[in-house]
C-alpha cells in the first residue's frame, strides 16, 4: 500500500549535518571568539538561552569576516551520515523534504542543492563591501519560526499535519517537533528529546526512514 504524501523537515545544524557552521565560521575569526561562540551555541542548544539573544551575540563575533571566509567555512562542514540516502529514499516514495535553520543561507544554500531539497530557510548574514558586518539581515529565524515555516509548508504543499515529520536535536526544534505530526529527536538535547515522539541515538540520519515506514531503494 502506498502511504500518504509527507512532508519531512529536517534541522541543520547536527541534524542534516554534523557540524554547528557558526562555530566553524567562528574559527576563521580568532581563537578566542570561536572558544567564546562554541559554548553560547552549546547553551543555546541545550535550551539554557534565549535562541535569538544568543544568536545575535555570536553574529556579533563574527563581524569582519569575508564572504570568502564564508565560503571556506561552508566547504569544512560535514553532513551527517545517511543524509543524501534518506533524502533519495523519501523522494523515491514521493515525499517532500524541507530543511529549516537558526544558521545561516550563506552556508546552507550549496548544501540544499547539492542534496535536492525541495524547500529550505534560514538566517541571512547582513554584510558590506564582501565583509559580514556582525548583524542578522531580517527577523531572526528562531523556535518560533521553525514551527512557522513547518505549518507553512505543510499548508502550501496541501499536506495534513498529521503527515509532517520534524526531525531536530536542539532547543530551538522543541516546537516544530511538537507540533508535527511526528517529532524525531536525533542525536538530541535533553530538552529535545521530551519534546519528541521518538528519539535516534545512533548518528545516521537515514534511521529516520525507518521510523517513518518508508521502504529503502
Ligand atoms: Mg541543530
Not at 539554557?48 to 563574527?62: H, I, Y
Not at 505530526?181 to 537515514?206: C, E, F, N, Q
Request: hydrophobic content about 45%; charged content about 25%; proline content about 3%.
Amino acid at each position: 500500500m502506498t502511504q500518504e504524501r509527507k512532508l519531512i523537515v529536517l534541522d541543520v545544524d547536527s541534524t542534516l549535518t554534523q557540524d554547528e557552521g557558526i562555530d566553524l565560521l567562528a574559527q576563521y575569526v580568532s581563537a578566542e571568539a570561536a572558544q567564546q561562540v562554541e559554548t553560547i551555541t552549546a547553551r543555546a542548544m541545550a535550551g539554557e538561552l534565549d535562541f535569538a539573544a544568543s544568536l545575535t551575540a555570536r553574529v556579533e563575533a563574527l563581524a569582519g569576516l569575508s564572504l570568502a571566509d564564508v565560503a571556506a567555512a561552508t566547504a569544512r562542514v560535514r553532513l551527517s551520515v545517511g543524509a543524501q540516502v534518506l533524502i533519495d529514499c523519501a523522494h523515491a516514495a514521493g515525499h517532500l523534504v524541507g530543511a529549516v535553520s537558526g544558521g545561516f543561507h550563506e552556508m546552507i544554500d550549496p548544501l540544499a542543492s547539492e542534496l535536492g531539497l525541495d524547500m529550505h530557510r534560514a538566517n541571512r548574514f547582513e554584510t558590506r563591501d564582501g565583509r559580514l558586518t556582525g548583524r542578522v539581515d531580517g527577523p531572526i529565524v528562531d523556535a518560533r519560526t521553525k514551527e512557522e515555516t513547518l505549518r507553512k509548508w505543510a499548508e502550501a504543499s496541501g499536506i495534513p499535519m498529521g503527515n509532517t515529520v520534524a526531525v531536530g536535536d536542539g532547543g530551538n526544534d522543541v516546537l516544530m517537533l511538537a507540533a508535527a505530526g511526528l517529532g524525531i529527536a536525533y542525536m538530541a538535547k535533553p530538552v529535545t528529546r521530551d519534546a519528541a515522539d521518538r528519539a535516534i541515538d545512533t548518528p545516521d540520519l537515514s534511521l529516520v526512514l525507518d521510523e517513518v515506514g518508508i521502504p529503502r531503494v
